[in-house]
């Protein structure tokens, strides 16, 4: 059978999908992806596997792929981080057999891609040899530039290459934590017009609404949710279910689809978001238990404690008629924090934007007066320790954190960051390091020993023309000594 390319792989491939729930790390396991699927998702990709790994780990590829048969998990895209175009096909082939197309993903600014260096530029020769070798499809997923003429450019250059399916995440690669901003969805809406393969919307999904929306605006013929997701998996359905609803559904499909514990807690941390702020001890309960049945303890909990606040309030299809009706519930959230919703992350400070920098690294001592300054947790003064140093306490008890009985560090002469007690420059290491190299000097405070390196180079390159003299010498023969005698050389 030929393979699918362009429109008719979207639609006979992948059946027309509209609803796509996005490649994440560590965070799109089969559990979730079965969860999604049940509440409108049309599409899954796996979560973004690191090529070099997947092919020489078979543990690897059997944790994250070679899982037992489930025909309701398709249509299915494997998406793969990779640097080295033959590395990419290698593990494409070995993972061929097991979905309806590969994924490059080309724009990740995740460590895991970092690691596997996984390009944000150009790279159409792996696209290339990835199209002459497969028997399935290959697609790629970008993030724009700033300029909306070259991600096309881009764009189309993939298209060339072989390339049969685009998804358009609309933020560049700058984007993210704090500064993850709005995504553009003018940068996809001209992707869509320039190329003739069919193109995914990523970026800005919080409803359904929002989904509909965006396929109004750029013309694309599917929409990717990441985060909006993973706060509410019944995004696509329209639906805002109660958290413990999907909670308990998703739990047990774990229980019948094994993943690691870590990506459970990881989905109960996002699915609680909201109700985790008021409940906060719960909150580290869930952070400290080790198995799945305690995770699903703490769950319950969480759900008991709802139910309570429910009980006092209005039940949850109240609450959204009372929405409907135009009154809001407190804390600034469109529903009662027991609700699936949006989670929108706060951006940098306004400071920052003032400025007009990036937010970097901080002074130490600004940073411990914001963490002295910082509230307890639940707002309650009786613990003065901010929430960082509350999480150290747990784990490492005998640690004092008193601020009034620790040490006050001097600076250093040149960054303000501390300098080593027994510097000789009286500078942090990195400052010493610099001179040290410049000058060629010693700091054995730092253990930084360039001087005495330096001369111990020049002492050995100048010892290595002995072993040339001594080899002339012997040649001559032994020198006489007084009355004729051979003088003893040592």
């Given amino acids: 059978m030929a393979k699918l390319e362009g429109l008719e792989f979207w639609r006979l491939g992948l059946r027309g999908a509209r609803h796509v729930v996005a490649p994440m790390v560590d965070q799109s396991e089969l559990a979730w992806r079965l969860l999604s699927r049940r509440h409108g998702a049309q599409l899954c990709y796996t979560p973004m596997l690191h090529a070099q790994v997947f092919v020489r780990d078979a543990n690897y590829r059997k944790e994250n792929l070679y899982c037992d048969v489930c025909p309701e998990d398709r249509p299915l895209i ?41 390009p944000a530029g150009p790279r159409w020769e792996t ?43 609309g933020r560049t690669k700058e984007q993210k934590g704090p500064l993850t901003g709005v995504a553009s969805w003018e940068h996809i809406k001209a992707v869509r017009k ?55 559904e998703y739990l047990d499909l774990v229980r019948r689809h094994p993943c690691p514990l870590a990506s459970v807690r990881a989905h109960l941390f996002k699915l609680w978001h909201h109700t985790l702020q008021v409940h906060r001890r719960l909150r580290e309960e869930l952070a400290k238990v080790k198995t799945l049945e305690g995770l699903a303890d703490v769950s319950r909990e969480l759900k008991l404690r709802c139910q309570a606040s429910a009980a006092v309030g209005p039940a949850p299809q109240e609450e959204m008629a009372l929405q409907q009706e135009g009154s809001r519930p407190p804390g600034g959230l469109p ?27 901080r002074a130490l001592e600004e940073e411990e007066e914001e963490e002295e300054e910082e509230p307890a947790q639940g707002g309650s003064h009786a613990n003065p320790l901010s929430k960082n140093k509350q999480k150290k306490k747990l784990r490492n008890p005998s640690k004092n954190f008193d601020p009034s009985l620790k040490p006050k560090y001097a600076k250093c002469d040149q960054c303000g960051n501390p300098k080593g007690n027994k510097c000789v420059f009286n ?32 002492a050995w390159k100048g010892g290595r023309a002995r072993p040339q003299e001594l080899q002339q010498r012997r040649e001559a023969g032994p020198p006489e000594g007084p009355a004729g005698l051979p003088e003893a050389v040592g």
């Fill in 78 to 118: 494997v998406q793969f981080c990779a640097n080295d175009p033959e590395v990419f096909v290698k593990a494409a082939l070995l993972a061929q057999d097991h979905c309806d197309a590969i994924d490059l993903n080309l724009g990740c600014p995740q460590m895991i891609a970092k690691r596997g260096e996984a």
């Fill in 127 to 169: 696209v290339l040899l990835a199209h002459e070798k497969l028997s399935v499809p290959i697609t790629c997923k970008i993030r724009v530039f700033p300029e909306i003429a070259k991600t096309v450019k881009y764009a189309q250059l993939l298209e060339r290459a072989g390339c049969q399916l685009l998804t358009v995440h």
């Fill in 194 to 248: 320039a190329v003739g393969i069919p193109v995914f919307a990523n970026g800005n999904i919080q409803y359904l609404g929002d989904v509909e929306r965006c396929i109004r605006e750029t013309g694309a013929h599917g929409v990717m949710s990441a985060e909006g997701n993973l706060h509410n998996p019944a995004l696509f359905e329209g639906r805002n279910p109660a958290v413990w609803e999907v909670a308990e």
């Fill in 335 to 361: 529903f009662f924090h027991w609700i699936c919703q949006p989670y929108v992350r706060p951006g940098p400070k306004e400071g920052s934007k003032e400025n007009g920098s990036q937010p970097g690294k």
């Fill in 427 to 458: 500078l942090c290491r990195g400052c010493c390091k610099k001179r040290a190299f410049k000058e060629t000097a010693d700091c054995p405070g730092h253990g930084l020993l360039f001087k005495t390196k330096s001369e111990k180079s020049h």
